[in-house]
């Protein structure tokens, strides 16, 4: 495995013992839990008269575009959490959790060029492989006039996540133990428990987490192989357009889609007979983001 350049985010993990990597955690923990209790509370201390639970429902649910706006922002509590543990744990500049800054943008532009192109070949299979046509969302000209919101929010949500799973995470593992093996898992099975959802994917939840613990790993090789967070952010961020804003499940999450699958996301048989062709356009993405990064 070609990881040399995972130097460039292990180098400056300073101060690396795994009590302070557990105390890093708590203080994420802390810092989201905060953050996201006074962001919520001061939409809710805008919101209309009256119309405070009303809101409320809608962010949980996220089934229209101020709800999924105001959920996917909130996200970004996390990295805030993370760049917060990584100063103050760790005496680590912040910025460091992106790689160099120039070669991260680089390769997040290349990544998401071939990412997206594999991403739109996997979403056209999977429309081809499922029993209904996928319905109308959202009208074109309404997901146009929202398109300058959804992508800075989508941004927002996938690059605190891959600050915190793997600028953070999984470059502090790294920098105390040499064992790949356990820097690429660790982090993706902490990033697959955060999408285990039995309350909204039913019995299909751990067959999510699976999945999300396989995109883990490719977003973990594709750090460590770059040594910027570029690549992993493009992937999660080109994923996450096409599953939030392109096609999604009917009902949670699905407030900014253009269109929306004939089920929702507790329809345990048709998440479970898609799920083969989501695996395969990981694997096609990832691919895809392997050679975009050679040339």
Sequence with gaps: MRYAPFAMLTGPARRPQLWRLAVGIGLVLAVTFLIGQLLFGLVLMLAPQGSSAALAEAIHRA????GMLILLVSMGA????????????????????????????????????????????????????????????????????????????????????ELLFRG????????????????????????????????????AATSVAIWAFLFGLAAADLTARSGTLGPAIALHFVNNIVALALIAPQGDMSGLALMVWPFGPSDTEALLRMLPMDLVTLLISWLAARLALRR
């Design 168 to 203: 953070y995470l999984q470059s502090q593992l790294a920098a105390r133990l040499p064992q790949a093996w356990f820097w690429l898992t660790v982090p993706s099975v902490l990033f697959a428990l955060g999408h285990y959802a039995p309350g909204t994917y039913g019995s």
């Design 63 to 66: 089934d229209a575009p101020l």
């Design 78 to 161: 996390l990295g805030i959490g993370a760049a917060t543990a990584a100063r103050v744990v760790h005496d680590r500049d912040p910025r460091t959790l992106f790689g160099p800054l120039p070669l991260a943008l680089s390769q997040f532009r290349r990544t998401a060029g071939a990412a997206g192109l594999a991403a739109l070949l996997g979403g056209a299979l999977m429309v081809w492989a499922t029993d209904g046509a996928p319905q109308a969302g959202l009208t074109p000209l309404r997901w146009l006039a929202l398109l300058p919101l959804t992508l800075p929010a989508i941004l927002i949500q996938t690059t605190s996540e």
